[in-house]
């Protein structure tokens, strides 16, 4: 199978997140939170979410 990425991209990419860690985190974390929200929460967790998301939009 071929390489998905050239090594200039590769490098590119590598570069990019050096620079932007702190955006870089943010998108793996919002990107495992709706992940496991879609295919794995139980009721139990949604509920709990709910109550996690109610109180964080009112320290916004």
């Known amino acids: 199978m071929a390489e998905k990425y050239t090594d200039a991209q590769k490098k590119a990419i590598d570069k990019y997140r050096q ?3 702190e ?3 943010y998108l793996a974390k ?3 939170s709706k ?3 879609s295919k794995h929460a139980t009721l139990e967790d949604l ?3 709910k ?3 109610k109180e964080r939009e009112s320290m916004l």
Do not use: A, G, M
């Open 19 to 21: 620079k932007n860690k």
């Open 23 to 25: 955006r870089t985190n």
């Open 30 to 32: 919002r990107s495992t």
């Open 35 to 37: 992940n496991f929200i």
């Open 47 to 49: 509920e709990e979410l």
């Open 51 to 53: 109550k996690l998301i």
